[in-house]
């Protein structure tokens, strides 16, 4: 028979009746007694009442979860509640950024554990019981947290990133004990600080350890000497690690097996000065033999980051020896050019992958300079039969570093495009960005310099070109002579005086010569340089400079790309960024192009047209002060 539901007043009726009745009946022995009765008579009957408001907020709670377990959300089974909470841990997670920004709001330190937990009991139940949850094991928030993540987490995977200090955590006792004893239990693991203690802890299996990162303070190394990884780190058995970082510690190649690596990062520890004596104390050098033994059995590494930690020595009996990793998409190696250029040519890569080499020597001779070009090269394989084109290449020179000293390579498999140069759609185009700094003279890099680059790297299907050098003696004559076979280029950006010297060649014609036919002489061809270009960039150019050419820049400038656009022979667009530019012959350059782009920095134009108001208001207002003077000199003689 079904049940006939009252309507909402008459239940309402009911209910207050019921309650305001039960609860008369319940305390109406209590009406007799007042807070004037001797004795204990006025304690018990506080007691009794207290116990009826505990029992009546149970009552309460047990209507809630009635009414909760009505509302659509809770036709949710508990696993896909469960799964929207490993979401709410993204959201809302539990560490020390979230702690301080909402550490006065209620439970604000505890993130998604009050977000989750304190809303109702089948959401508290679901969040208890799933060990997941919990795997994230946190120590600032307290022991007894720590405590209670440990219980419920269970047997499930845990993570866990601690910093060491100089001073002991709040966390109590739980810094130091749980990592080692939980080292069978631990997937993800971050340590980072004063690590010299923690590290000859670590000395249990991983069996299920993914990710490592180690980062070591350098203040603290910088007397004692940097940490090593010892020989049982791990117990030398962490079969599934994939991902690993270490930095300021130095590297044990044999500490575990690299069969499962995916990423790996080095970055050596600096040398340290000695406590005794106060000299510099050298790292030791990582043994070439070692160096490849390891990288031998990791052929599923993607992606390598080696700095300071390369072999220094040659050893004659491994000169032919190479390493093949064919999954690796991107290798970076920083150290002395001797060394970077020693590891490539032990380490073969696909031509398919990233590569950054970064040398960072005081100044490098030119056979190590010449051997990186060539590995690069090589890289590319441009003596193959398939040989792969840089399609866009930069120059970058900076002034002198302060610190460290730093020469880079840069070798990409996509296009990286500026402002002001159009995106050109191409599958798989290289990228090559030269870096000098103002310690190999990069600051002023010389004309055989890049003369050596075009000729060692490949360039036939060069399609994009950005030249930001500040002080060079690129000539026009060397545009013509060392830029003018690559007709290919569409998209140019030149800075400084190298832009200079380009303007003044624009126009002019490249001769060529064409292959020649049986027993036919060699014929020459005359086309413009850059017969396809499609975007002039020119940046920090000072078109007011007297001295750079005999007539104005600006005429130029003009001329040849008047002369151009007579040819059909581009550029459609003209950018103009950070120049001494005057706006005036903005409309005269607007004649020659489709379109031109202008920033509307006039550069040190406009500090001297504020000197000039400078001056000029300067002189009225001394002007007006001489008249004052005068009359205040002559109203006292009379």
């Known amino acids: 028979m079904a049940t006939v539901m009252p309507h909402a007043p008459v239940r309402r009726m009911i209910a207050q009746d019921y309650w305001s009745t039960a609860v008369e009946e319940r305390l109406a022995y209590l009406d007799s007694i007042s807070p004037l009765n001797i004795g204990d008579a006025v304690t018990t009957a506080r007691e009794t009442i207290e116990d009826e408001i505990k029992a009546a907020r149970l009552s309460v709670c047990a209507m809630q979860t009635r009414r909760n377990a009505l509302l659509p959300i809770s036709v949710l089974p508990s696993e896909v509640l469960a799964r929207v909470f490993e979401f709410l841990i993204l959201a809302f997670p539990t560490d020390n950024a979230t702690y301080y920004y909402i550490a006065s709001r209620r439970s604000g330190k505890l993130g998604w554990i009050a977000a989750a937990t304190h809303v109702c009991r089948r959401w508290r139940q679901v969040a208890m019981e799933n060990p997941c949850l919990w795997g994230r094991i946190l120590f600032f928030i307290g022991s007894k947290w720590t405590e209670e993540m440990l219980a419920r987490v269970k047997a499930a995977p845990i993570t866990i990133a601690q910093e060491f200090s100089y001073h ?5 006792p739980f810094t130091h004990p749980v990592i080692p004893s939980r080292l069978y239990q631990i997937r993800e693991l971050k340590l980072s600080g004063q690590l010299q203690q923690i590290l000859l802890e670590l000395t249990q299996p991983a069996p299920i350890l993914e990710r490592l990162e180690l980062v070591e303070d350098e203040k603290s190394a910088i007397y004692k000497g940097p940490n090593t990884l010892q020989s049982d780190f791990l117990g030398g058995h962490a079969p599934r690690l994939r991902e690993i970082t270490v930095r300021g510690v130095l590297f044990s190649w044999s500490s575990f097996s690299a069969s499962a690596l995916t990423e790996m990062i080095l970055v050596s520890p600096r040398p340290y000065r000695s406590l005794q004596d106060g000299r510099m104390v050298p790292l030791p050098s990582t043994p070439l033999g070692m160096f490849l033994d390891f990288f031998v059995k990791a052929p599923n590494l993607t992606s390598l980051t080696l700095e300071g930690c390369l072999p220094t020595q040659t050893v004659p009996s491994l000169a032919d020896r190479t390493v093949f990793l064919p999954s690796l998409s991107f290798l970076a190696l920083k150290g002395p050019a001797a060394d970077v250029a020693r590891a490539m040519t032990h380490i073969r890569i696909p031509h398919s992958a990233k ?23 090589e890289h590319l394989g441009t003596h193959s039969t398939h040989p792969t084109s840089i399609q866009t290449f930069s120059i970058h020179a900076a002034p002198p570093a302060p610190a460290e000293s730093m020469q880079a390579f840069d070798v990409y498999q996509h296009h990286i495009t500026h402002d002001g140069i159009p995106e050109f759609d191409l599958k798989t185009p290289p990228y090559v960005s030269l870096r000098f700094d103002g310690n190999h003279g990069g600051n002023d890099i010389q004309s055989p310099v890049l003369r050596q680059i075009c000729a060692a790297l490949p360039f036939w299907d060069l399609r994009t070109l950005e030249l930001s050098v500040p002080r060079s003696d690129w000539t026009g004559a060397n545009w013509l002579d060392v830029m003018g076979p690559h007709k290919s280029v569409e998209h140019l950006r030149v800075s400084g005086i190298m832009a200079e010297t380009l303007c003044s060649v624009l126009a002019q014609p490249v001769k060529t010569e064409l292959a020649a036919a049986g027993k036919r002489k060699r014929r020459t061809r005359e086309s413009l340089l850059f017969p396809g270009l499609q975007s002039l960039y020119l940046l920090d150019v000072n078109f007011e400079e007297p001295e750079t050419l005999s007539s104005a820049l600006y005429g130029v400038l003009h001329s040849s790309l008047q002369k151009r656009r007579t040819l059909k022979a581009g550029p459609k667009r003209l950018d103009i960024s950070c120049c001494t530019f005057d706006a005036e012959q903005l409309g005269t350059l607007e004649e ?21 108001d400078w001056h000029s208001e300067g002189s009225y207002a001394a002007a007006q002060v001489a008249d004052s003077d005068d009359s205040s000199d002559d109203s006292d003689y009379w």
Not at 168 to 172: E, T, V
Not at 367 to 375: D, G, K, N
Not at 592 to 612: C, F, M
């Open 355 to 377: 590569l950054r080499l970064t040398s960072t020597s005081k100044a490098s001779s030119g056979e190590e300079y010449c051997t990186i070009l060539s590995l690069i090269s």
């Open 168 to 172: 002991p955590p709040s966390s109590g």
């Open 592 to 612: 020659a192009v489709d379109e031109v782009v202008w920033d509307g920095d006039i550069g040190e134009l406009e500090s001297e047209e504020e000197d000039e």
